[in-house]
């Protein structure tokens, strides 16, 4: 009995490891969200804020763009003070030109505003899940 619920239970820890590794990361951070999003969206963008907020390297990474690997650096939390200055507001648009990328605008309480983007995983030959466009060479915050 004890063999059958250690198999099922490890079975049931692969299976969420695998649906996590394959799902939008979500989390409860106060913003405003607007634009034309999805739940999904609205999700990843609360959990880009609540990294930059508590400068949290494991979130950002879990939201970064991770095709290939990201590359989670001191320069990815440029925007952190300016994300504890009080409720951001985010507008998300689809891109015109390519459904697998949108546009985020993020303007902070204290007036900075930040330029990034989201990118499906399928552009990249992965699965059907949303990530921050960080991370990667070349890339700034705010680009």
């Known amino acids: ?3 059958v619920l250690a198999l099922a239970g490890a079975a049931w820890g692969g299976v969420s490891w695998y649906e996590s590794r394959s ?4 989390c409860f ?3 405003q969200i607007r634009g034309n999003s999805t739940g999904p969206q609205d999700g990843l963008a609360r959990c880009y804020l609540k990294a ?3 400068r949290d390297g494991n979130l950002m990474k879990a939201i970064a763009q991770n095709i290939p690997p990201a590359r989670i650096t001191p320069d990815l939390f440029l925007y952190s003070p300016d994300a504890r200055a009080g409720l ?3 507008t998300v648009e ?3 030109v390519d459904t697998t990328f949108a546009l985020v605008t993020i303007k902070y309480a204290n007036g900075v505003e930040e330029q990034t983007g989201m990118l499906n995983m399928t552009a990249m ?3 059907s899940t949303w ?3 960080i991370g990667q060479p070349g890339q700034l915050p705010g680009q």
Request: hydrophobic share 45%.
């Open 1 to 3: 009995m004890a063999v």
């Open 125 to 127: 030959g992965g699965p």
């Open 94 to 96: 689809p891109s015109t």
């Open 88 to 90: 951001a507001s985010v």
């Open 29 to 31: 951070w106060p913003a």
């Open 52 to 54: 930059l907020s508590t």
């Open 23 to 26: 799902a939008t990361p979500s």
């Open 131 to 133: 990530r921050m466009a």
